[in-house]
């Protein structure tokens, strides 16, 4: 069994930076593919970042790329999200994702572990 715990949310400006951390237990995280989405109120979940087991394969939502930049250290079982320029419409509960298998994942049904999720409120 695997556990994610997020942290580092918090409240920003419009404009302003946070970096989420989510650490997880187990010995198999450097083989397990990660993955960030978000859930904005009234919203479906949806996928922002994914990073394939050695941190050489990502992808990113269209509208954070640039912004955000997805990393993990497999030594300290930890992936991070750097979320920069935030803006307003970036405000959401923000999940961290694993599920096993080295490749990339980006739908919700291709990860198997969930963290309890961190809020993110941008202000304008």
């Known amino acids: 069994q695997v556990q994610l715990v997020e942290s580092g949310g918090g409240l920003v400006q419009a404009g302003g930076s946070l970096r989420l951390s989510c650490a997880a237990s187990?010995?198999?995280?450097?083989?397990?593919?990660m993955g960030w989405f978000r859930q904005a109120p009234g919203k479906e979940r949806e996928f922002v970042t994914a990073?394939?087991?050695?941190?050489?394969?990502?992808y990113y939502l269209a509208s954070v790329k640039g912004r955000f930049t997805i990393s993990r250290d497999n030594a300290k079982n930890t992936v991070y999200l750097q979320m920069n320029s935030l803006k307003p419409e970036d405000t959401a509960v923000y999940y961290c994702?694993?599920?096993?298998?080295?490749?990339?994942?980006?739908?919700?049904?291709?990860?198997?572990?969930w963290g309890q999720g961190t809020q993110v409120t941008v202000s304008s």
């Open positions: 994702a694993g599920g096993p298998g080295t490749g990339l994942r980006v739908k919700k049904d291709e990860y198997m572990y």
């Open positions: 990073i394939n087991w050695s941190g050489d394969v990502i």
């Open positions: 187990g010995p198999t995280f450097s083989s397990y593919a």
